[in-house]
């Protein structure tokens, strides 16, 4: 049929021809010789409304076009084309134009020009895309005509200035597919019109329409993605991310078929792709990228774990998939067997796609590769997506899971962090359960808390799952007594997350029997303390459990409640009223009645102004003993607490100081007296600095109370020397000093004077001109005055507050072997210790350490020796090195953290420092005002060492 | 037109004695000299007799690469080089030269020794033939000769397992040998670089499978260990001498490490001893994290894991042995097997595939009573364990390898044919790259279309590149010059030096034609209208009337006659030079078509 219909079709060309020469009417011809050209010429013509034509051309698509005829059809469409006024013709016209451009064998240069003409006088926008997209056809036919490129090329140039996106984004991608896109390649080969080329396309990426923007952009990233080059595929994965991170949602074709699917989508199965690629630092790149790609739809979301198994062409099931069936069928650990996995179903050899175009099993992947920045990065990525869904958090439950046998500690850890963020999307089965707890018998402690703190808001489903859980944990106390606060810890969160579980375990975990009397434990054993953690816990919110207690639980109960009361809650028990509710009933929950003395007490101090000194001295007295005491109780008010206490001292000092009654004394008269004013200068000074950096937490109208104490304290300082020291001299340079600090003040605080009322500063300022211009003793005099007179400035509370505190876990202080070593050499001390609430502990923590002899060593750790397990703590963990000459016997070191400071990082100077720094560059003299100095801020540990005189 | 020939004597559509010959530009260059483990006659090598009937093998093979120290792929060689006799150079990595001849040792042993064999090579011959091994690095590129160069790419697998690159000119092979696309506990994974060869010939073991993650066997591996240890139970594992043995050692000491247990770990001596130390000695050859903490430690100098002696077999309390040889059929690993069987805390592991026919074969498919030699019947109660540990890249990776290569062609071998086919089908339907799979014996040849680089004088180049449009990296250019090849070299000139360096002078080439034209005029009104005509067409050329009656087109000539019987009938001669070639021919064409009908 084929053949026949070639034949007639060349019979018409040839006859074509004679009809020029011989004039032959071409009405004849037609009737004798129908050929399609000819038919669709009649039909066309026939046709009287646009929708009749626009019917033919359609028929006329649907049949194939020979090669040889090609042309002639083209013409008479052409002809067409220019004689019809409606656009949908028109547009039906330029499509088939590059439709049968497209025909295997047919060289189109011949209707280029003809279709460039076209574009010269059309108006309608959907056709010039239309004529556009036709010519991108007939372009990419002809790639080996360096002139018909650079004709297409200039033509799409011309266009690019249109009104309509659609037409400006056809002209981009012409000039994508045909301006030669290089790079990378040796520049100086590179032509002018392939630059101008990238100039162009980069220009668009400015364009007003996002759909412009996007095809320009993609018309450079896509090619670029098979790259010969690692740092140009880098680069292009990164377009796209940033591409599909300002257009998520704009739709894009899929080649070769005729589906859309949203631009993020796309993105992410390129990106996946790039998953395995031949670099590794492309592949840390695309993992690390996917993680970011939140708004990806689900189905390609899950695509990412999936990774279809088959051996000998038949199905497998993965061995997550056996886990999970082993499991809803009963049957727990049960046995491999040999064939368990064997294959199940044929495989339809078609149907398998080993190379997918999309997100399949990138992570698969990913978490299998050989390098851990990649699997760290893939690990990273799969926490945050399971972060904002949390059916593909169920789904990459079992993944996270195996990553905790990594090879690298640093990728386990990892996947236990990410493991912890996702865990209020998730419940553990038993069995991922049986492999979470396996870890915990890790060596490395940084793993085993963790993981502690991994279970502390993990959900567990069953009650085998919680028994499973507390044996493994106390299997790892018995194998690490070190770990006994985090187990401790973690059991609390346990129990009381799942009070329903745990009930029907009591009696078991108790060992209480209905009949007989069971041997009461031992008080003192970790392990037990554990368990009672757990119920105790859970018994807060499961009121029938205390049924099931023995007397002696009880008993260990009300001691437990004292000796742990971080970790026992209170307990509403029978017969045991006091202990559980020894507040009143009235009281609310919600108002923390110790939160309330705190306040009420602090009102107290603030509203005696006027009682004689005696008085307010004892009432400060008491009220700062109160407090310490409430901070000792209450921990979660330890640091407001404390810190208004140190406040109240401060004060307290003050008012002692100018209780002195003997100022009036000559010089000499009091040495002693002075020793203490000073004294309590000094202490002022010391308080305020601790106040100041050793709490987070701390705002800017806290930090003005603390910087007014200060100047008080060195208001202080300055009358004290004055009356001790003889001469006028060093008083000048004092004065002038305080004058400055007094001056920097107001320029820090000017918001805050207004808050300040009747205080030292507030009155200090009303003298100034009158400071600034008399001598250094009427200085001191008026300085003692206003010292004197000063109002007692309220604290304000802020929300949150807490103290920074260091605990030294290791070394523990109780060897009474001594570390020995050859002096001259160094020892290295392994120190690990646990800061909480440290703001930027890389830059403040340093480790001292105090020799016998009064030498003090300061070391400071590495950045990398600090880990962050979570919120608001941190863990040193730190190899210090000591050195010493030799000893005649073992003498002990003491080791301490300290927290180093600097005044001039204060947070009130800094954004002040901001916020003045276009106005006056020399308005702070910061580095006379910085005060370098450190706060210990941890009990210090005694070490036992010995340095042996070397050997000769 | 150049083509590669690829024929395997050895792992055609088959598994076991690799060995394959590639005939390149006129290269004859041998991959593998393997053994097959199930012929113990004369199929268990290769036939080299298809190579040559009679004299030295060195003739014809230029040179031997073996990629691994596997039997399956370096067992024939001493039978190659010694008894039938090469000379030439042979080349594998440093850790394949070092253990290979272990291997090849303990092989003779068993055939030699042990079953009785005679006509073998012996132990000086695996001497005499390692002396003519050439041993390369990673990525360094060997020239064996003038023309013919190698290269070595990690291919994971074994330690020292290589991917080789052959490359002649521009044409080049890369042989994968067995390689691993994930990596595992010692070995990394395999890495090519986009070198586009124009063959790949790929292992294709797991043609059709795609493998779980290991992640899950590994996990599952060690805590069956940790549970029967932690009940005090022993733990068997049978292990062949090489490879899965240092993953296993390296995974459970790993293991033992993190979860500071204290069970101790044998392994039992010889053989393995020896192979240890090379993997001590070639750590560059290992994973990221071994080669990393070398620094801290030699991952490969075991803490937990030491020699086993055979009396340990009888102490108390929980042990994890490795013994050899991994199917249980005999020696020390049968002797502890027996040992251990009967009571249900121990365990045994086969890491590996079994012979039908061997006690581990028998124990996995759930025997639970054997006969043992002497009627003596033994019962299992001890668990039985089958744990697949496999080096082999799946289907995924092969794929993997040849995106990250891309190929034009792909060539599979080491794999059963239908599984082969599978692939085949896939890889064409993926890549639209052609893929061949020819049995043992069978030549394929692939059609390669290299390109050949030409010298060209700059003066030439610039001239060239002046003209038309500005130069384009990846678009062809027509040029104007002279070809000459000479001693082996190609070199583009100028017609003129080309003259002049052979010493030739130039010829003038014209081509006439005659063009027959109807038209009753005159002469010179025809050539007139002719004139006319030409003028109005090529616009953009100088056409001159010249007072001869004849036309010139730049250098083009026309003249005009009438035809010596039919006066209506003009004779128009065209003659143009051959530089005008292009111009002269478009004028004849046109001249063809006649002359308009009414210009006058």
């Known amino acids: 049929m084929a053949a026949h219909l070639k034949k007639r079709v060349y019979e018409e060309f040839t006859k074509v021809v004679q009809q020029q020469h011989e004039d032959l009417s071409a009405k004849k011809l037609r009737l004798t010789k129908p050929s399609k050209s000819a038919a669709l010429h009649v039909d066309l013509c026939k046709a009287t409304s646009p929708a009749d034509a626009l019917q033919y051309l359609l028929q006329f698509a649907r049949k194939p076009v020979e090669v040889e ?47 460039i003409n076209t574009l010269q006088n059309e108006k309608s926008h959907q056709v010039l895309a239309q004529l556009l997209d036709t010519l991108l056809v007939i372009g990419t036919k002809l790639t080996e005509n360096p002139s018909v490129r650079m004709r297409l090329v200039e033509v799409a140039c011309k266009h690019l200035t249109d009104s309509s996106h659609g037409v400006r984004n056809k002209c981009l991608q012409l000039i994508g597919c045909l301006g030669p896109v290089e790079k990378g390649v040796a520049k100086e080969v590179e032509s002018q019109a392939a630059k101008d080329v990238q100039k162009i396309i980069g220009d668009h990426f400015n364009d007003q329409d996002p759909r412009v923007r996007t095809a320009a952009i993609k018309a450079m990233a896509c090619k670029l993605l098979a790259d010969d080059y690692e740092q140009v595929r880098s680069a292009a994965v990164q377009l796209i991310w940033v591409l599909s991170q300002l257009y998520p949602e704009s739709i894009v074709p899929i080649p070769s078929s005729n589906e859309e699917i949203r631009l993020v989508d796309d993105a992410f199965g390129k990106i996946c792709h790039m998953v395995s690629d031949g670099s590794w630092v492309v592949r840390v790149q695309a993992a690390k990228l996917l993680g970011s790609m939140q708004q990806v739809s689900s189905h390609f979301l899950e695509q990412t774990l999936d990774k279809k198994l ?325 921990s979660e008010l330890a640091g407001m607490a404390d810190f208004t206490a140190t406040y109240l001292q401060c004060q307290l000092l003050l008012i002692k100081a100018l209780q002195e009654k003997l100022w009036n004394v000559a010089a000499p008269l009091y040495l002693k007296q002075n020793a203490l004013a000073s004294a309590a200068a000094k202490q002022i000074l010391e308080e305020t600095y601790k106040m100041e950096f050793m709490y987070s937490g701390v705002e800017s109208r806290q930090v003005v109370i603390i910087h007014h104490m200060r100047l008080q304290a060195k208001a202080l300082q300055l009358i004290v020397t004055a009356r001790t020291t003889r001469g006028v001299e060093p008083l000048f340079g004092m004065c002038e000093k305080f004058l400055q600090e007094v001056d920097s003040f107001q320029r820090c605080f000017i918001s805050e004077l207004p808050h300040m009322q009747g205080s030292f500063v507030d009155k200090l300022l009303d003298l100034m001109p009158r400071l600034v211009t008399s001598k250094p003793s009427e200085v001191v005099k008026i300085l003692q005055t206003t010292l004197r007179q000063s109002t007692f400035l309220h604290l304000p509370l802020p929300e949150q507050l807490h103290r920074a505190t260091a605990n030294i876990i290791e070394p523990t202080g109780e060897s009474d072997n001594p570390l020995r070593f050859t002096s001259g050499l160094v020892v290295a001390l392994d120190v690990d210790a646990t800061l909480e609430h440290v703001q930027d502990p890389q830059g403040t923590v340093k480790v001292q350490v105090l020799y016998p002899d009064g030498q003090a060593q300061l070391i400071h750790p590495k950045p990398a020796d600090f880990r962050n397990p979570g919120p608001g703590r941190h863990r040193l963990i730190t190899q210090v090195y000591l050195s010493h000459t030799a000893w005649t016997e073992p003498c002990q070191i003491e080791v301490r953290l300290l927290l180093a400071y600097n005044s001039n990082r204060s947070k009130a100077s800094a954004k002040i420092l901001k916020s003045t720094w276009s106005e006056s560059l020399e308005a702070l003299p910061q580095s006379e005002n910085g005060i370098e100095g450190t706060i210990p801020f941890s009990k210090p540990v005694k070490v036992y060492i010995m340095p042996k005189p070397a050997r000769r | 037109m150049p083509e590669i020939k690829v024929t395997p004597l050895g792992a055609g559509q088959d598994v076991g004695r690799s060995c394959i010959l590639v005939s390149i530009a006129g290269k004859n260059v041998m991959l593998d000299c393997g053994m097959h483990m199930g012929y113990n006659d004369d199929r268990r090598f290769p036939d080299f007799s298809y190579i040559t009937q009679n004299g030295r093998l060195t003739d014809f093979l230029d040179c031997v690469i073996i990629s691994h120290f596997h039997l399956d792929h370096c067992g024939a060689l001493p039978y190659f080089s010694e008894m039938v006799g090469y000379d030439g150079p042979i080349y594998m990595t440093h850790p394949t030269k070092a253990i290979c001849p272990i291997l090849l040792e303990d092989y003779r042993k068993i055939t030699v020794d042990k079953k009785g064999e005679t006509n073998f090579f012996t132990s000086q011959m695996i001497k005499d033939c390692m002396k003519k091994v050439v041993a390369v690095h990673l990525h360094q590129t060997v020239q064996v000769d003038e023309e013919l160069e190698i290269k070595a790419y990690y291919a994971g697998h074994v330690l020292g397992a ?72 022993k733990v068997l594992i049978p292990v062949f001498a090489l490879g899965r043995a240092q993953e296993l050692c390296i995974l459970l000491e790993t293991f033992w490490e993190r979860m500071n247990l204290k069970a101790p770990i044998y392994f039992s001596t010889g053989l393995t001893e020896k192979a240890n130390h090379y993997y001590k000695l070639f750590i560059t050859w290992t994973n990221q994290k071994i080669r990393k903490t070398f620094v801290q430690r030699n991952m490969f100098e075991f803490k937990h894991i030491k020699a086993f002696d055979r009396a340990f077999a009888d102490n108390p309390g929980p042990m994890v042995v490795f013994a050899t040889p991994g199917m249980l059929h005999a020696g020390q690993s049968l002797q502890i097997f027996r040992k251990w069987a009967g009571n249900e805390k121990n365990m045994v592991i086969m890491p590996g595939y079994c012979v039908q026919g061997t006690v581990g074969h028998k124990i996995l498919s759930g025997q639970r009573k054997l006969e043992m030699e002497g009627r003596q019947i033994l019962e299992v109660k001890m668990q039985v364990e089958y744990m697949s540990f496999s080096a082999h890249a799946d289907a995924k990776g092969i794929m993997q390898l040849i995106r990250q290569a891309e190929p034009r062609n792909v060539l599979l071998v080491h794999g059963e044919a239908k599984k082969m086919e599978f692939l085949k089908q896939k890889i064409e339907q993926e890549f639209h790259v052609s893929c061949y799979m020819p049995a043992n014996g069978e030549t394929t040849t692939i059609f390669t279309n290299p390109s050949i680089p030409v010298d060209i004088s700059l003066g030439l180049l610039k001239r060239e590149t002046a003209i038309g449009l500005l130069p384009d990296v990846k678009k062809p250019k027509l040029m104007h010059g002279t070809l000459i090849m000479k001693d082996n070299s190609f070199r583009l000139v100028s017609p003129e030096q080309a003259l002049k360096e052979l010493g030739l002078a130039e010829h003038q080439l014209r081509f006439t034609c005659r063009v027959h034209i109807q038209d009753p005029r005159k002469e010179h009104e025809t050539v007139l209208r002719v004139y006319n005509h030409l003028k109005g067409i090529l616009k953009d050329y100088s056409v001159q009337h010249l007072p001869d009656g004849s036309i010139t087109v730049e250098s083009i000539l026309i003249q005009a006659t009438a035809h010596s019987e039919d006066q209506g009938t003009k004779v128009l001669l065209v003659s143009w030079t051959y530089q005008d070639e292009e111009l002269g021919s478009y004028l004849t064409s046109l001249l063809k078509k006649g002359l308009p009908q009414s210009t006058s």
Request: hydrophobic letters at 35%.
């Open chain 1, 69 to 115: 005829s090609v042309e002639g059809v083209v013409r008479i469409l052409l002809e067409h084309y220019y004689k019809e006024n409606d656009a949908s013709v028109r547009l039906k016209i330029a499509s088939l134009l590059g439709l049968l451009s497209k025909t295997a064998g047919f060289s189109p240069d011949c209707i280029m020009d003809d279709a």
């Open chain 2, 162 to 233: 290589a991917m080789f690159q052959i490359k002649v000119g521009c044409e080049s092979v890369v042989y994968t040998g067995d390689y691993n696309m994930t990596p595992d506990r010692h070995l990394g994974a395999a890495w090519i670089d986009k070198c586009r060869p124009d063959l790949l010939i790929s292992e294709s073991t797991y043609a059709t499978t795609i493998r779980d993650s290991k992640r899950c066997r590994e996990r599952d591996f060690l805590k069956k260990v940790h549970e029967t240890v932690e009940r005090g139970g």
């Open chain 1, 310 to 634: 088959m051996s000998d062409l038949r199905r497998k099931r993965t061995a997550h998939e056996r886990a999970k069936e082993l499991y809803s069928s009963g049957e727990f650990s049960s046995g491999r067997k040999w064939g368990d996995d064997a294959p199940k179903e044929e495989i339809d050899t078609g149907a398998v796609n080993l190379i997918e175009s999309g997100a399949c099993g990138a992570f698969v992947h990913g978490l299998e590769d050989e390098m851990y920045e990649v699997r760290i990065a893939a690990v990273e990525a799969l926490c945050m997506l399971a972060q904002s869904s949390p059916s593909f958090a169920e789904k990459c439950l079992d993944f996270l899971v195996d990553m905790f046998n990594d090879e690298i500690e640093e990728v386990r850890l990892q996947s236990i962090h990410t493991m912890r963020k996702i865990s209020n999307n998730i419940t553990l089965r038993e069995d991922q359960l049986d492999t979470v707890l396996a870890v915990l018998e890790d060596s490395s402690r940084d793993i085993r808390e963790a993981l502690h703190e991994l279970l502390c808001c993990t959900n567990v489903s069953t009650k085998e799952g919680i028994h499973l859980a507390l044996v493994e944990l106390l299997k790892n106390l018995t194998k690490y007594p070190t770990d006994r606060e985090s187990i401790w810890k973690c059991l609390k969160f346990l129990g009381s997350r799942h009070p329903t579980l745990v009930l029907p375990l009591v009696p078991e975990l108790l060992s209480t029997h209905p009949f007989f009397d069971t041997p009461e434990p031992d008080m003192d054993d970790p392990a037990y303390i554990a368990v009672l953690v757990l119920i105790f816990n859970a018994a807060k919110s499961c009121p029938t459990m205390p049924a099931l207690f023995s007397d002696h639980t009880f008993r260990h109960y009300a001691y437990l409640r004292d000796s742990l009361s971080h970790l026992v809650p209170p307990l509403r028990l029978p017969g045991r009223k006091l202990v559980s509710s020894p507040v009143s009933p009235s009281i609310t929950p919600h108002e923390d009645p110790s939160q309330q003395f705190l306040h009420q007490s602090l009102e107290r101090v603030y509203n005696l102004q006027h009682l004689d000194p005696q008085g307010i001295q004892e009432l400060l007295e008491f009220t700062i003993r109160d407090l310490q005491r409430l901070g000792e109780l209450q």
